[in-house]
């Protein structure tokens, strides 16, 4: 028996239809304030063979809790279980891993965007009694004004090449046409160009859009790694041997300081 | 006039102590070119005459000064009572020299007060009327004890020359106490190089930079006394130029102002504004042109050194540069590992450790090796060096940074540590001749590895591809069009190399030059690490490239990667019909 | 680790790391700068090889203290990392406030922090944008897409943070001169059976796909149009 811990988003679908492929599966949740150490504690009681949840903050945080609960190994981000050998993402996704997970249950969790979606069914509600540890005391919303980076659908971000923070005002025009959120690269943030928030990266926002727009970003591992989340990335860099296009399904190579505004310029003239 | 010398006495002391008591400078020998500098600067007024009417403005009233000085011994003796029979031919000299100081004073009076040049902005307009009245005074009290000879007039001279001496290092008229020692002073080889730190000292002698007046070298305290206020260098400015905050000249004035009070707050927000200092590009502009060899960009990178290095306080965005040449060993951040990509088509011999040494090492530079227009430069290089049969090899993956940038900075530490690790590696494979594309590692390799143990001939490539036309080894033909070469600052300036490219360019096409150019360049904008940092207010790239459109010509020739970059954006920026081109290109182009 | 391409060294078992840099990883440098804020005394600790110094000197140059290196020339799983840190904080400590990074750069293992504070049973939240220490508890905020959820724990505990905490200091030259004289402890602990085994890694299938090359802003929009976000 595979006891999948789900959330109500579409990682989580795609971390049950990749325990159905282990075996069946007995998709779990929790209500009220979450509490993750207390969670952990009610998922690692399970009578299972192994315990699956998303590659999400949440699923690697409580298959963490339900490791050092039963001290068993963890194997975060897997793409594949094949008896004890799993296939794991490190490095961001830049290189795959293959280890022997020992023990059992199986703890994993699921490197998002890596498996088909799969109908969830039916979901049990556990019960995970308050034991004290920290928990969720307040939701505060946050008033930001544009799209929220992480679930926009289309974001387009601007990199090294961009050059200034004033130079960033192409690649809001161009945002505010698609309806997109800016983003930017980590040397951005660090230039101090746009604030930490708008950074896409292994360390910054890991973004889910359907198209994802780099402007003068190189593509760096560490950039890949929140951007390959986007269903279809359009680079545009003046350095055709840019490893950003070795990520990316469109390529335009040329300066984005003419590419952005052309494009703008020709979006404008479609919509008339 | 016991109080007056007595006034001027107390001052002397006070201000030779400032000086005795700053950092040693370092400055070594070189006797016969401090001589010739202080013929040529001081008595030939060489720089002051490069603007002709302000230099005999200025020349008739020093060479006046020199030739009546003995009048105030005569006058005192006079006054004493002895007689001393002036030679007819003195007092005939001397009236003729008294009148060219007034001739001068007039003209200075004029430019003050009619032609108005912009470079006084700033300058104590008044004390310089006063001067201006005291030197007049001086010469006219002379002039009528010598015509109406009366021993009162006698006493006016003397009682004038009194006042004059007492106010006179109170003012920023010390100069003609100080500027002769500032020239003495002042690089006399390798001027393109900054004085290295020490961080191998034990704490109480670690010096930072310059956060206090107490932390100024002799050099700089004396740089500081000797300023004029003349706004030469504020006028040759590119920063200055395109609206910047930043003046050379109102950044002595600064520092001089925390001197003479004895602040010990810090020069930077108090004597300083910390715009100033950060807006600098590290030229040279205002170095070259200075009539007293103040050394402005010394402190310049000094005090950035401190608010660098001591207060990590800096302009944000050159802080991913910084953290990249420390940690990626190029200022893009790119994978060493990709470095000789370029290379690779052409078959580059990249050094490998043990590898005997080539007769010249090609340092490529992180420009020419990771941007796209850079990369063009290398190229051609390469190209033709295999063409000529030069036997060269580049270290690849092993160039670092020569820490340039961070350098220039202010971040010294960083520095240092990558230009032992680069003259490591050059020791340690052999190498004594190099060859180099970029004017900012040239400078750094040729200028200052040799005070870290790198000592090598180190050459631009504009001087080895005009060597390799001389010997007949390359023989390009001349169908290029009009060309316009703009002079990088580190190498024209700084450097000295001018003739070399224009060499190449008088073969390949046909030169017009800018109105600034030469040692008087002006500058790309790219220097003292602002290739990474924002530009405030219109852009000197932009200025440039609009002096180059209007020489007509069809390409603009340069020598060095950010100078390529630069101009290219400019050109982009003004619409300028204009090719950018390095002139390695333009001759491997000539060759095809 | 700075660098592009991935290049595996010929064992399988790592990266070729020649003319590559190691830094620090930015959400532990955020812990590092974190700690330094809150003040009183800073203790860093790695586990790594000896090279790993210079990022133990790095943190004393933005004001650590003191640094403990677990001295290891292999690569430890995250349970076997998490012990050899207990038994180190258990031999150094005790400590009011014990910071990661939520992730490593490298191993991604998202859980030596968890089973630290489980192992000395402390108190744990993760994945931190905001820390606020208020007497004997400390009041936390972590970013969930749009929001902000808040936790509190009592101190001595357990918090692992991300980039974007705070904007880690410039470090200073004196800082960095200091460094070099701050204490230094060297471990070299035992490594255990490891539970989560490497065996190779590879580098995956689909890196250095074939971009299609656009030309002009008509066919960047036609492609807009095509995936409907136009």
Known sequence: ?272 | ?592 | MTGGKMVLAADAQALETKHLGFTISPHEECAVEEAVRIGGEVVVLTLGPAEAEEQLRDCMAIGADRGILLKTSEEWDAQSTAAAIVDAIRAEGPFDLILFGNESADAAGFQVGIRVAHALGLPVVTGLKKIEVQGARVRCERDVGGARDVYEAPLPTVLTVLEGLNLPRYPSVPGRLRARSKPLTVVEPGRPEQKLEKLRLVVPEGQGKQAEILEGAAQVVAVMQSLGVA
């Not at chain 2, 006179?168 to 002042?186: D, E, F, G, R």
């Not at chain 2, 910390?274 to 060899?293: F, H, K, L, Q, R």
């Not at chain 2, 007769?359 to 051609?380: I, M, N, T």
């Open chain 2, 1 to 592: 006039m016991l109080v007056c010398g007595g006034i001027f006495a107390r001052r002397a002391v006070f201000l030779t102590r400032l000086v005795l008591d700053a950092k040693p400078s370092d400055r070594p020998g070189d006797v016969a070119e401090r001589v010739i500098a202080e013929t040529e600067i001081v008595l030939g007024q060489k720089k002051l005459l490069q603007r002709l009417v302000p230099g005999l403005m200025h020349a008739f009233i020093f060479w006046g000064f020199i030739v009546l000085f003995p009048t105030i011994v005569l006058a005192a003796i006079d006054v004493a009572g002895g007689h001393v029979a002036t030679p007819e031919w003195y007092r005939v000299l001397s009236d003729v020299f008294a009148v060219l100081v007034l001739v001068g004073v007039a003209t200075a009076l004029v430019i003050r007060t009619i032609v108005r040049p912009a470079r006084f902005v700033g300058s104590h307009v008044a004390e310089g009327y006063f001067i201006l009245g005291m030197i007049a005074l001086v010469v006219i009290t002379l002039l009528l004890w010598h015509e109406v000879d009366g021993i009162g007039f006698a006493w006016a001279h003397l009682i004038v020359i009194g006042v004059f001496l007492a106010y006179l290092p109170y003012s920023k008229h010390l100069h003609i106490a100080t500027a002769a020692v500032n020239v003495w002073m002042a690089r006399t080889r390798r001027r393109g190089r900054l004085e290295p730190l020490r961080f191998d000292v034990p704490d109480d002698e670690l010096r930072f930079g310059v956060a206090t007046i107490f932390d100024l070298t002799r050099k700089e305290v004396v740089d500081a006394f000797s300023c004029t206020e003349c706004g030469r260098c504020q006028d040759v400015c590119p920063a200055h130029a395109t609206g910047k905050l930043l003046s050379p000249k109102l950044l002595i004035m600064g520092v001089r102002d925390q001197l003479f009070v004895q602040s010990a707050e810090p020069i930077v927000g108090n004597g300083v504004p910390e715009e100033m200092i950060w807006d600098c590009v590290t030229c040279g502009a205002c170095v070259e042109v200075c009539p007293v060899s103040i050394e402005h960009v010394d402190h310049i990178v000094d005090l950035r050194r401190s608010r660098l290095m001591v207060d990590s306080a800096f302009p944000a965005e050159a802080e991913p540069m910084l953290r990249d040449v420390e940690r990626a060993s190029n200022p893009w951040g790119k994978p060493q590992t990709e470095r000789a990509a370029w290379a690779a088509e052409l078959g580059v011999r990249v050094l490998e450790p043990g590898d005997p040494a080539p007769e010249y090492l090609y340092w490529v530079g992180c420009a020419a090796s990771f941007d796209e227009r850079a990369k063009k430069s290398a190229e051609s290089t390469a190209k033709l060096l295999q063409k000529a049969g030069v036997d060269f090899a580049i270290l690849g993956p092993r160039e670092g940074c020569t820490g340039d940038p961070a350098r220039r900075m202010g971040n010294e530490y960083v520095f240092q540590a990558a230009a032992e690790q680069n003259v490591a590696t050059l020791n340690e494979q052999g190498v004594t001749k190099i060859v180099a594309s970029c004017p900012h590692c040239f400078n750094t390799l040729a200028n200052e590895y040799g005070d870290f143990g790198g000592s090598y001939e180190v050459l631009h490539h504009t001087e080895l591809l005009s060597q390799l036309v001389d010997e007949g080894r390359l023989t390009p033909a001349g169908d290029a069009g009009s060309i316009t070469y703009h002079d990088s600052c580190y190498l024209a300036r700084h450097n000295d190399v001018r003739m070399e490219p224009r060499k190449l360019l008088n073969v390949i096409g046909q030169p017009v030059e800018m109105k600034r150019s030469g040692k008087n360049t002006f500058c790309c904008g790219a220097g003292g690490a602002h290739m990474w940092m924002e530009e405030r207010g219109s852009q000197i790239n932009v200025e440039r490239v609009r002096e180059a459109a209007e020489t007509g010509a069809e390409t603009l020739a340069v020598a060095c990667p950010f100078c390529t970059v630069m101009l290219d954006d400019g050109v982009r920026e003004v619409g300028a019909e204009m090719r950018v081109a390095d002139v390695a290109t333009l001759l491997a182009e000539s060759l095809e």
């Open chain 1, 1 to 272: 028996m595979i006891v999948c811990f789900v959330d109500d988003d579409e990682l989580s679908a795609q971390a049950v239809g990749f325990a159905r492929r282990l075996g069946d599966v007995r998709a779990v949740t929790f209500a009220g304030a979450y509490q993750p150490a207390a969670w952990a504690k009610a998922l690692a009681a399970q009578d299972a063979d192994a315990i699956v949840a998303a590659g999400s903050d949440r699923g690697n945080e409580l298959l963490a809790h339900v490791g050092a609960v039963l001290d068993q190994p963890f194997a975060a981000n897997a793409i594949a279980l094949d008896g004890d050998t799993v296939t794991r993402v490190r490095w961001g996704g830049s290189l795959l891993e293959e280890a022997w997970l020992h023990g059992a249950p199986k703890l994993l969790t699921v490197a998002p965007h890596t498996q088909p979606a799969a109908e969830i069914g039916d979901v049990e509600t556990l019960d995970a009694p308050d034991d004290g540890s920290p928990k969720v005391l307040e939701r505060v919303e946050e008033s930001s004004g544009g799209v929220s980076l992480r679930d926009a659908k289309v974001v387009v971000s601007g990199g090294r090449g961009v050059g200034s923070a004033e130079g960033f005002e192409i690649i809001e025009e161009l945002a505010g046409l698609l309806g997109a959120a800016v983003g930017c690269s980590r040397v951005v943030t660090s230039a101090g160009w746009r604030p930490h928030a708008d950074q896409v990266g292994q360390t910054g926002t890991k973004i889910s859009a359907d198209l994802y727009v780099a402007c003068g970003i190189s593509g760096a591992t560490q950039h890949i790694a929140g951007a390959k989340g986007a269903k279809k990335i359009l680079a545009i860099n003046t350095d055709p041997e840019a490893p950003i296009f070795a990520s990316a399904d469109y390529a335009v190579i040329g300066d984005l300081h003419e590419v952005v505004p052309a494009i703008s310029a020709e979006l404008r003239k479609v919509r008339g």
